[in-house]
């Protein structure tokens, strides 16, 4: 566990990281802009490309125009543009993600326990078998923490929770009772 100036400490710094990037979006951003203005610029290019090529005392400039593959440009743009996009949207948001893989038993949920300060009740580490085994997401939240528990009786457990399962993975017959389930 850390205390509270450590804690603070490793805030700082994760904010210090997050601030970094602040350069970097407004870069993706005018390069995001640029490329949108290209495209259309390239679209309305296109149009007047399909107009020339249409008159009839043009041949020769109609067969140079064809040549021009302002669709294969336009598909490549749209290509790094939702690249980009993706970038951005990855490196806009407001969290440090990490990821940490290996066989089980090597200390995966032990080094993120000893980066995050958390303790066996978040990230279990035991030895022998399996503690976490699923993709777990850890992050701080600074608002105070909240549990949003529902409650169900039999009828709609099966029919809200358990029935959803059974439609989504296309499983019949729904169960009617806890004993059929």
Same mark, same amino acid.
């Given at each position: 566990?850390?205390?509270?100036?450590?804690?603070?400490?490793?805030?700082?710094? =994760?904010?210090?990281? #997050?601030?970094?990037?602040?350069?970097?979006?407004?870069?993706?951003?005018? *390069?995001?802009?640029?490329?949108?203005?290209?495209?259309?610029?390239?679209?309305?290019?296109?149009?007047?490309?399909?107009?020339?090529?249409?008159?009839?005392?043009?041949?020769?400039?109609?067969?140079?125009?064809?040549?021009?593959?302002?669709?294969?440009?336009?598909?490549?743009?749209?290509?790094?543009?939702?690249? =980009?996009?993706?970038?951005?949207?990855?490196?806009?948001?407001?969290?440090?993600?990490?990821? *940490?893989?290996?066989?089980?038993?090597?200390?995966?949920?032990? #080094?993120?326990?000893?980066?995050?300060?958390?303790?066996?009740?978040?990230?279990?580490?035991?030895?022998?078998?399996?503690?976490?085994?699923?993709?777990?997401?850890?992050?701080?939240?600074?608002?105070?923490?909240?549990?949003?528990?529902?409650?169900?009786?039999?009828?709609?457990?099966?029919?809200? *929770?358990?029935?959803?399962?059974?439609?989504? #993975?296309?499983?019949?017959?729904?169960?009617?009772?806890?004993?059929?389930?």
């Amino acid at each position: 566990m850390y205390t509270n100036q450590q804690r603070t400490n490793i805030a700082s710094r =994760l904010t210090e990281i #997050l601030d970094k990037r602040k350069p970097f979006i407004e870069r993706l951003t005018s *390069v995001e802009n640029h490329l949108k203005t290209l495209y259309s610029t390239l679209l309305e290019l296109e149009k007047h490309r399909q107009k020339l090529i249409k008159l009839p005392d043009n041949a020769e400039i109609a067969g140079n125009l064809q040549q021009i593959n302002f669709p294969g440009l336009l598909k490549r743009l749209e290509f790094q543009t939702n690249k =980009l996009a993706q970038l951005h949207k990855r490196f806009d948001r407001g969290t440090l993600n990490i990821g *940490v893989v290996g066989l089980m038993g090597q200390g995966k949920s032990t #080094l993120l326990k000893s980066l995050s300060g958390l303790s066996d009740d978040e990230i279990p580490a035991r030895e022998g078998g399996a503690c976490t085994a699923v993709r777990s997401t850890v992050y701080h939240q600074n608002q105070p923490t909240y549990a949003r528990v529902t409650f169900h009786d039999e009828d709609s457990f099966l029919k809200e *929770v358990i029935g959803s399962y059974y439609e989504e #993975l296309g499983l019949a017959p729904k169960p009617k009772s806890l004993d059929e389930f």
